[in-house]
């Protein structure tokens, strides 16, 4: 099998101002293009190349090149699907779950952009489930929260901290993008993602 770059529900002005254009579409065109080829090109000829992107990123010793590369077709799939420039509010049964696993949902979101705003270098921050408990984390590189190596949650919304996402517009202020980002989240997406992991 082989990956495909999948289309944005929307433009990529769409969600101007706090993700400009010019970065959506480099981000997209370019960076996720990129992984999604390199990856096709990495599994060619080996065990991997009949396995789906989960049964990929949960197998053990993973070469480097389909480590990489299929983290980062997966993370930017997942981030893409949780953006909205018209974002739906979380149901009453979703902020529950957030009160009850982060006593408040202003402490989640900002246990969130503390792991966003602190984890050096590249990678991303998560929101995960597993086994119906939500916990947060960060991963370094493209990696992913699915891998042997990671927390053991199912991610359901994910934040890309690498300067490719942010620079353009923010320069090197990743506490403002990270501020902008909670203006795009489409929570329905999150709760239904949180449904799916089950
Ligand atoms: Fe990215």
């Not at 101002?17 to 959506?24: C, E, S, Y």
């Amino acid at each position: 099998m082989s990956f495909t770059l999948p289309n944005l529900n929307y433009s990529y002005d769409a969600l101007s101002p706090h993700f400009d254009a010019k970065t959506m579409e480099i981000h997209h065109s370019k960076h996720h293009a990129g992984y999604t080829n390199n990856l096709n090109t990495a599994i060619i000829g080996t065990d991997f190349e009949n396995k789906n992107i989960k049964e990929i990123l949960t197998s053990p010793n993973l070469p480097t090149s389909i480590r990489n590369n299929g983290g980062g077709y997966y993370n930017h799939c997942l981030f893409w699907e949780i953006l909205s420039p018209n974002p739906n509010n979380a149901s009453s049964d979703f902020m529950n779950l957030i009160n009850k696993n982060f006593k408040s949902w202003d402490s989640m979101q900002e246990e969130f952009s503390k792991a966003a705003g602190t984890r050096f270098g590249s990678g991303w921050a998560w929101l995960c489930s597993k086994d119906g408990t939500l916990s947060i984390c960060s991963t370094p590189n493209q990696d992913n929260p699915l891998m042997l190596d990671g927390c053991g949650g199912i991610p359901i919304l994910g934040l890309d901290v690498w300067e490719h996402a942010y620079y353009l517009n923010y320069q090197n202020r990743r506490p403002d993008y990270i501020k902008a980002f909670w203006n795009l989240v489409d929570w329905s997406m999150v709760e239904a993602k949180y449904q799916a992991s089950l």
